[in-house]
């Protein structure tokens, strides 16, 4: 059972004990038949098994599934839900990873910018150790190494280019990298097997220890002295350690303070998103490895809208290889356009259309979106109704007349129908949750 997995158990028994939150059938129904798919930078990926399901989660209990994770990983975290079958479809159709796939991640071709100089510098003093022998750190200054920052900055590709570099120059270093999940079924299948002798000799024995994530440690308290204890072993022997993380040491809360305080030993170091010069030189280096011809007003128009990820700006650069070797055409702006519209509609909001809140209200208040707009006036459709009126005006900013014309009603009636939200929200606590929900939902 992987990290994401136990940190899942946990939040579960955090939401059984918020029963003025969650009833225990809503939490049976929708949350317990959720299924952990991934973490990927402080976001974590659920399966559900249909969009209906989908939506309801989102609308009712994603801010409480985020609250839960906070409180099992001490740190924030946003939660997405995926279709199971879409998902597993996709996996089955996706080639399968090469095994020597960092094999490519060297300190040469890590484009370096002010938004990560010193985590490269670092990064390089770190393997330029393995020179002084047996993979001994002489200075301990950079130990440990510990690289912060979000998702798709470029973090791994660091820990990658130490671990090529330290055997490239010392073939017999004994050099380790690995995830904290990895690290975790290591541990746990050594306690099943009870052959923890061979877990310490293989990772206390080690001259240079790499570890990515290793927020994921604070899943089970088990670990995190398994992995204190790996920790002074390698330090006392000078031994270099190298770690990373999404948030910075002094955040990881749900760590022990006895392990938060070695990672002070050394250095700590962040990488930023990347400014537009070394945006626009990843863009170039990508499409030159791909073999892609772009012009500077294409790798102008890329770096100037993929702002903050290093893997979106890559993701555009593949797709525009792909593009040119479907069609067979030359890679040009309106290419580059839409390619670049495609990234960033993924990665923002929908627009908050009249049809998107009627459509969200139906699926909550489970009517048909029609009957909202029609003449129906029994008690739940006539609710839905006025949530809308009330959505209408509160978050798409919509005139009483406006939203009148829009529903096909008297206008003058929207106002009444208005305020009787405003009032059950004020009454009822739950409805309160509801329409909250459904705001926040219509906003992310």
């Not at 990927?40 to 985020?66: A, R």
């Not at 390698?234 to 948030?247: E, S």
């Not at 580059?336 to 809140?357: C, F, S």
Request: proline letters at 3%; hydrophobic letters at 40%.
């Amino acid at each position: 059972m992987d990290s994401l997995e136990q940190a899942f158990e946990q939040v579960i028994k955090y939401l059984e004990q918020q029963s003025d939150k969650i009833s225990s059938i809503a939490l049976e129904k929708w949350i317990m038949k959720l299924s952990p798919y991934k973490f990927e930078g402080s976001t974590v990926y659920m399966l559900t098994d249909n969009e209906f399901n989908k939506n309801i989660i989102i609308s009712h209990y994603k801010e409480l599934i985020e609250e839960g994770f906070e409180n099992v990983l001490g740190f924030p975290v946003k939660v997405e839900l995926l279709i199971r079958s879409v998902t597993e479809t996709e996996e089955k159709s996706a080639p399968a990873a090469s095994p020597d796939q960092f094999g490519e991640l060297t300190f040469e071709n890590f484009v370096k910018g002010k938004s990560n100089e010193l985590a490269y510098a670092f990064s390089m003093a770190v393997a330029g150790n393995s020179e002084s022998g047996g993979g001994v750190n002489s200075n301990q200054t950079f130990n440990p190494l510990f690289i912060y920052g979000d998702s798709g900055l470029g973090k791994t590709h660091l820990m990658k280019a130490i671990e090529n570099e330290v055997r490239k120059k010392n073939p017999d270093i004994k050099i380790i990298y690995t995830t904290s999940e990895n690290f975790l079924n290591e541990f746990v299948e050594a306690i099943k097997i009870k052959d923890m002798e061979q877990f310490h000799n293989k990772y206390r024995g080690a001259d240079f220890l790499l570890i990515d994530d290793i927020q994921f440690i604070s899943t089970r308290e088990a670990l995190q002295q398994e992995f204190f204890h790996t920790f002074n072993d390698l330090y006392n022997a000078r031994k270099q350690i190298v770690l990373t993380a999404d948030i910075a040491p002094s955040k990881l809360t749900l760590l022990e303070e006895r392990i938060r305080s070695r990672f002070a030993l050394g250095v700590q170091v962040d990488i930023q998103p990347p400014d537009f010069e070394t945006r626009m030189a990843i863009v170039k280096r990508k499409a030159e490895l791909l073999g892609l011809q772009l012009s500077d007003n294409i790798c102008r128009l890329i770096a100037e809208k993929i702002k903050t990820n290093i893997r979106q700006l890559e993701g555009t650069v593949n797709k525009m290889k792909g593009l040119t070797e479907f069609t067979n055409e030359t890679p040009s702006m309106a290419m580059a356009q839409k390619v670049v519209k495609e990234i960033m509609i993924e990665n923002h909001p929908q627009e908050i259309t009249v049809d998107r809140i009627i459509n969200e209200v139906a699926m909550v208040f489970k009517v048909n979106p029609d009957d909202i707009r029609g003449t129906n006036r029994s008690k739940n459709i006539s609710r839905a109704r006025k949530v809308v009126i009330y959505l209408l005006k509160e978050v798409k900013g919509m005139t009483y007349l406006d939203i009148g014309k829009e529903l096909g009603k008297n206008h003058s009636t929207m106002t009444i129908h208005y305020q009787s939200i405003v009032d059950e929200i004020n009454k009822n606590k739950e409805f309160k949750h509801i329409i909250e929900d459904l705001e926040k939902n219509l906003k992310s």
